[in-house]
């Protein structure tokens, strides 16, 4: 059974950092490329960094380039998203999520809230 459970998030100032991670089960983690997307109040989710097999690639949205860092670690596991410098409009549910067997599997959500 396919699982991603993240952890991390929270409540946090602008300008500071936060470090989100997402542990991976039922299926062989290196073979999957491995996404976080965002979804604030009101808006579509949108995806916000993507890493590739072995690190082979990472991609950011534009709005997170040069602050946000994301990383996986195939022996450990899980995911990390590292988030510094943070604003206000980074406040939103965060989601781990990747594309297994032919479905689409997603975390459970954690909340970042940055508080002005």
């Known amino acids: 059974q396919v699982q991603l459970v993240q952890s991390g998030g929270g409540l946090v100032q602008t300008g500071g950092s936060l470090r989100l991670s997402c542990a991976a089960s039922g299926f062989t983690f290196s073979h999957y490329i491995m996404n976080w997307y965002r979804q604030a109040p009101g808006e579509e989710r949108d995806l916000v960094a993507s890493?590739?097999?072995?690190?082979?690639?990472?991609r950011y949205a534009d709005s997170v380039k040069g602050r946000f860092t994301i990383s996986r670690d195939n022996a450990k596991n899980p995911v990390y998203r590292e988030m510094n410098i943070l604003k206000p409009e980074d406040t939103a549910v965060y989601y781990c999520?990747?594309?297994?067997?032919?479905?689409?599997?997603w975390g459970q959500g954690t909340q970042v809230t940055v508080s002005s």
């Open positions: 999520y990747s594309y297994i067997y032919g479905s689409d599997y």
């Open positions: 890493i590739g097999l072995d690190n082979s690639f990472t």
